[in-house]
């Protein structure tokens, strides 16, 4: 199975100021199509999850702009350039690229 | 608008069964391939199971291999899962999510709000 890897587990941040979390995969997530299937959702607390981000770096509708995703093969970022207060909860990221489906352990952001 | 609303989780036995629903309306549901995630308590995410949007395709994670069945009823917009012979470490909320295409896994992009299911004696 691939192992999604995110750190860090905790991210105190200062409203205002950016912040970045890391998904990184045991294997390439290049699929034999030649796209990346690594998807990014934000869980606030007592919420269902919601998409972000998918095939690395396209913002789902709605989505601020402030939240942009990168990274190719194996390592993989979701930086968010100014925190708001509503940006607070888990942050996952997703491998659709092989059997099984595979989600980071999450990223907890809090405020500061 | 899409809309996904899970039904039948409850409280049960361990080794016993439950059935959860999900009904779907706001987009043409046999177009688009289906997953169901569960979070337990305090836990991340993990995927369960996976449908394509023609039901002739169907994935499961080992843990539910063999006890869990993914399945659809197009005519009814309405994704099921068969959970038998039920442990302890199944309690969690159960999601429904609607994938990009019939059979595109693995993107994710609606979920329900969930349905509660919890294995206990």
């Known amino acids: 199975d691939v192992v999604m890897t995110q750190s860090p587990l905790s991210l105190p941040v200062t409203l205002g100021q950016p912040a970045s979390i890391s998904c990184r995969s045991s294997?390439?997530?290049?699929?034999?199509?030649?796209?990346?299937?690594l998807s990014w959702f934000q869980q606030r607390p007592g919420q269902s999850p919601r998409r972000l981000i998918y095939k690395v770096s396209n913002r789902d509708s709605g989505v601020p702009d402030r939240f942009s995703g990168s990274g190719s093969g194996t390592d993989f970022t979701l930086k968010i350039s100014r925190v708001e207060a509503e940006d607070v909860g888990v942050y996952y990221c997703?491998?659709?690229?092989?059997?099984?489906?595979?989600f980071g352990g999450g990223t907890k952001v809090e405020i500061k | 608008e899409v809309r996904l609303l899970e039904s039948g989780g409850a409280l049960v036995q361990p080794g016993g069964s439950l059935r959860l629903s999900c009904a779907a309306s706001g987009f043409t549901f046999s177009n688009y391939a289906m997953a169901w995630v569960r979070q337990a308590p305090g836990k991340g995410l993990e995927w369960v199971s996976s449908i394509s949007g023609g039901g002739d395709g169907t994935y499961h994670a080992d843990s539910v291999k063999g006890r869990f069945t993914i399945s659809r009823e197009n005519s009814k917009n309405t994704l099921y899962l068969r959970m038998n012979s039920l442990r302890g470490d199944d309690t969690a909320v159960y999601y429904c999510v609607k994938e990009g295409g019939s059979s595109s896994f693995g993107g994710m992009g609606v979920w329900g709000r969930g349905t509660t299911v919890t294995v206990s004696s």
């Open positions: 997703l491998q659709g690229t092989h059997w099984p489906l595979t």
């Open positions: 294997q390439s997530l290049v699929f034999s199509d030649g796209n990346t299937y």
